[in-house]
């Protein structure tokens, strides 16, 4: 069964990946809650806004069915479990080291009734989780983690320094944790980008090789291929994502005015920490920003936005395979398996055959979904060199029943081309320059956030829209409210019609230190879980925040498939 995903629909329109893709695109109105008369897929959505503490399940008529309360604003994900509890990233706050976009370093579970379960904190100066979490089919999570390298383990590492803003680097890690107690936690396997790399720049260190023989390694100096952003304009990136609170405050800040930053050894100025935020690669090298799972392969799914790529790893080692090069189902240790989006990355393509420009939540299409297996990718399209625009794809990866993936020889991994696209008709209409994120509907629908807009559409294989909402709450058409929620069950209440659908995800207002309350129809009701739970499905990120929809077989047993009532949990992403 494959697990947490959401994606778009894939060859349900019956098309070959080696004859190109099929671009579908539809006119959007300007209606708000626009629906079609052959209706969009119905189901709860799961909201968790960026300036609220709370996180919202609303119906298909925008009204809130139930109301968990934390006392810590929002990470970059909640996922509702198969039990009614949520499962939501915080941000701690305070860390010394890092800070930029993403930042997180809590990790809780709330019971149905807000009864607080799980409160882990993953944040040191060694260490911060960001972005996103996986949970397992076994009560364990993954998270993403920066961790910290000095300048001195970069040069010995065989960076070139001339790459090397300021005297740290954030590579990525994913560690499994095993939750202990009400606030511990037991790391049971980790994977760390550190050990898989390889470089052209120094001959005598010992991950030295020619890049393009290792598409399976990351190259420490892939930032040769990229334009860096200058520190004034990595500082402007970073307050605007504060403004919007999608950063926190460095700990030496005190309101809205930032200290001058230090000089570097060159008697330059340093780029602010966080400058490796989306748009720049700074300390940040990677800039991991989403991560799924899939049961069945045992892999786990990377989204890596400094390097418009996707990578799949396998999970089936111990921790000490996953730090070499042999073992698990793979044979290959943590090495990567398949990697897509900028095979010049790896030395194997040239610009011209980038795919992917900065995008945003990966999922694996669920099986029993039009497209199972398939990856879905918002694409966010900033940088293209035709100009700046969005589209969502479906991409179908070379991968066998053992879960392995085919390459020729001296060529880059496949599809050459995706499954499936959609695109505006006017192109540049449709641009969110970060977080959105994209989910299949188990009809083969769509359901598309553009988070930097504050706007939610579902479209259907053909591009056809059949559903609009446009963000009304806060700062009218930008983002600072619902964070990305994974969709919760769908349809209405147990035994009930499914839902009308109207507004579905809300903002908050976007003032530093406030935190609003959504402004929805009505104000929580104490509801259970519907009778007969058994999963919620996978959850899609909504406007400016989290916000997730379930299909209506998720938590109504008597109106579903023995394989959709034990469909994975429900993921919300961040807009």
């Given at each position: 069964?494959?697990?947490?995903?959401?994606?778009?629909?894939?060859?349900?329109?019956?098309?070959?990946?080696?004859?190109?893709?099929?671009?579908?695109?539809?006119?959007?109105?300007?209606?708000?809650?626009?629906?079609?008369?052959?209706?969009?897929?119905?189901?709860?959505?799961?909201?968790?806004?960026?300036?609220?503490?709370?996180?919202?399940?609303?119906?298909?008529?925008?009204?809130?069915?139930?109301?968990?309360?934390?006392?810590?604003?929002?990470?970059?994900?909640?996922?509702?479990?198969?039990?009614?509890?949520?499962?939501?990233?915080?941000?701690?706050?305070?860390?010394?080291?890092?800070?930029?976009?993403?930042?997180?370093?809590?990790?809780?579970?709330?019971?149905?009734?807000?009864?607080?379960?799980?409160?882990?904190?993953?944040?040191?100066?060694?260490?911060?989780?960001?972005?996103?979490?996986?949970?397992?089919?076994?009560?364990?999570?993954?998270?993403?983690?920066?961790?910290?390298?000095?300048?001195?383990?970069?040069?010995?590492?065989?960076?070139?320094?001339?790459?090397?803003?300021?005297?740290?680097?954030?590579?990525?890690?994913?560690?499994?944790?095993?939750?202990?107690?009400?606030?511990?936690?037991?790391?049971?396997?980790?994977?760390?980008?550190?050990d898989h790399l390889v470089q052209e720049f120094d001959e005598g260190k010992a991950n030295y090789g020619v890049v393009a023989e290792h598409?399976?390694?990351?190259?420490?100096?892939?930032?040769?291929?990229?334009?860096?952003?200058?520190?004034?304009?990595?500082?402007?990136?970073?307050?605007?994502?504060?403004?919007?609170?999608?950063?926190?405050?460095?700990?030496?800040?005190?309101?809205?005015?930032?200290?001058?930053?230090?000089?570097?050894?060159?008697?330059?100025?340093?780029?602010?920490?966080?400058?490796?935020?989306?748009?720049?690669?700074?300390?940040?090298?990677?800039?991991?920003?989403?991560?799924?799972?899939?049961?069945?392969?045992?892999?786990?799914?990377?989204?890596?936005?400094?390097?418009?790529?996707?990578?799949?790893?396998?999970?089936?080692?111990?921790?000490?395979?996953?730090?070499?090069?042999?073992?698990?189902?793979?044979?290959?240790?943590?090495?990567?398996?398949?990697?897509?989006?900028?095979?010049?990355?790896?030395?194997?393509?040239?610009?011209?055959?980038?795919?992917?420009?900065?995008?945003?939540?990966?999922?694996?299409?669920?099986?029993?979904?039009?497209?199972?297996?398939?990856?879905?990718?918002?694409?966010?399209?900033?940088?293209?060199?035709?100009?700046?625009?969005?589209?969502?794809?479906?991409?179908?990866?070379?991968?066998?029943?053992?879960?392995?993936?085919?390459?020729?020889?001296?060529?880059?991994?496949?599809?050459?081309?995706?499954?499936?696209?959609?695109?505006?008709?006017?192109?540049?209409?449709?641009?969110?320059?970060?977080?959105?994120?994209?989910?299949?509907?188990?009809?083969?629908?769509?359901?598309?956030?553009?988070?930097?807009?504050?706007?939610?559409?579902?479209?259907?294989?053909?591009?056809?829209?059949?559903?609009?909402?446009?963000?009304?709450?806060?700062?009218?058409?930008?983002?600072?409210?619902?964070?990305?929620?994974?969709?919760?069950?769908?349809?209405?209440?147990?035994?009930?019609?499914?839902?009308?659908?109207?507004?579905?995800?809300?903002?908050?207002?976007?003032?530093?230190?406030?935190?609003?309350?959504?402004?929805?129809?009505?104000?929580?009701?104490?509801?259970?879980?519907?009778?007969?739970?058994?999963?919620?499905?996978?959850?899609?990120?909504?406007?400016?925040?989290?916000?997730?929809?379930?299909?209506?077989?998720?938590?109504?047993?008597?109106?579903?498939?023995?394989?959709?009532?034990?469909?994975?949990?429900?993921?919300?992403?961040?807009?």
């Amino acid at each position: 069964m494959r697990a947490l995903l959401y994606l778009l629909p894939a060859l349900c329109l019956g098309c070959d990946v080696e004859l190109g893709p099929v671009v579908a695109s539809a006119t959007p109105t300007s209606a708000t809650a626009r629906r079609a008369a052959d209706g969009p897929s119905p189901g709860y959505l799961l909201i968790s806004p960026l300036r609220d503490q709370s996180a919202y399940l609303l119906d298909g008529a925008g009204e809130v069915v139930h109301r968990w309360k934390t006392e810590y604003d929002p990470g970059n994900s909640a996922y509702l479990l198969p039990d009614g509890d949520l499962l939501r990233c915080a941000r701690e706050g305070g860390n010394a080291v890092f800070h930029g976009g993403g930042e997180g370093g809590r990790v809780q579970r709330y019971s149905w009734d807000g009864e607080l379960e799980w409160d882990f904190v993953w944040s040191s100066d060694a260490h911060l989780h960001h972005h996103d979490v996986a949970p397992l089919p076994n009560g364990n999570v993954l998270l993403l983690s920066w961790e910290l390298k000095t300048r001195e383990q970069c040069l010995a590492a065989g960076m070139d320094p001339a790459l090397l803003q300021g005297d740290v680097l954030w590579p990525d890690a994913v560690f499994e944790v095993k939750p202990v107690g009400a606030d511990g936690g037991e790391v049971v396997w980790a994977w760390h980008l550190w050990d898989h790399l390889v470089q052209e720049f120094d001959e005598g260190k010992a991950n030295y090789g020619v890049v393009a023989e290792h598409p399976e390694l990351v190259d420490l100096n892939v930032h040769r291929h990229s334009e860096q952003k200058s520190e004034a304009e990595q500082r402007a990136e970073l307050e605007r994502l504060r403004a919007l609170g999608y950063a926190g405050d460095a700990p030496d800040e005190e309101g809205d005015d930032a200290p001058a930053a230090p000089e570097t050894p060159q008697g330059g100025e340093r780029a602010p920490r966080g400058g490796g935020g989306p748009g720049g690669a700074g300390e940040d090298f990677c800039h991991t920003n989403g991560i799924d799972y899939d049961a069945e392969l045992d892999q786990i799914l990377l989204s890596v936005r400094h390097l418009s790529e996707v990578w799949v790893i396998d999970h089936s080692t111990t921790t000490a395979e996953a730090a070499s090069h042999r073992g698990g189902r793979s044979g290959k240790g943590g090495d990567l398996l398949w990697r897509w989006g900028n095979p010049q990355n790896y030395g194997r393509g040239l610009a011209e055959h980038r795919q992917l420009f900065e995008q945003h939540d990966a999922r694996w299409i669920p099986a029993g979904y039009p497209g199972a297996g398939h990856i879905t990718i918002f694409n966010n399209g900033a940088n293209r060199p035709e100009g700046s625009w969005s589209s969502v794809l479906e991409v179908a990866p070379p991968v066998d029943a053992q879960g392995r993936y085919a390459m020729d020889a001296g060529e880059p991994f496949g599809p050459r081309r995706p499954t499936w696209e959609y695109a505006a008709p006017e192109r540049e209409s449709f641009f969110s320059g970060f977080i959105s994120g994209a989910e299949r509907q188990p009809n083969g629908n769509t359901l598309i956030c553009s988070g930097s807009d504050g706007r939610v559409f579902e479209v259907t294989p053909q591009g056809a829209l059949v559903w609009e909402w446009k963000n009304v709450f806060g700062e009218a058409g930008g983002p600072g409210g619902p964070r990305g929620g994974r969709r919760g069950p769908p349809g209405g209440p147990a035994g009930g019609p499914p839902p009308r659908r109207a507004a579905l995800a809300v903002r908050t207002a976007t003032t530093r230190g406030r935190r609003a309350v959504p402004r929805t129809v009505r104000r929580p009701a104490s509801v259970r879980p519907p009778a007969g739970v058994r999963r919620a499905t996978a959850a899609v990120p909504a406007v400016a925040g989290l916000a997730a929809r379930a299909d209506p077989a998720a938590w109504t047993a008597s109106r579903c498939s023995a394989r959709r009532a034990t469909r994975p949990t429900t993921r919300a992403w961040r807009t």
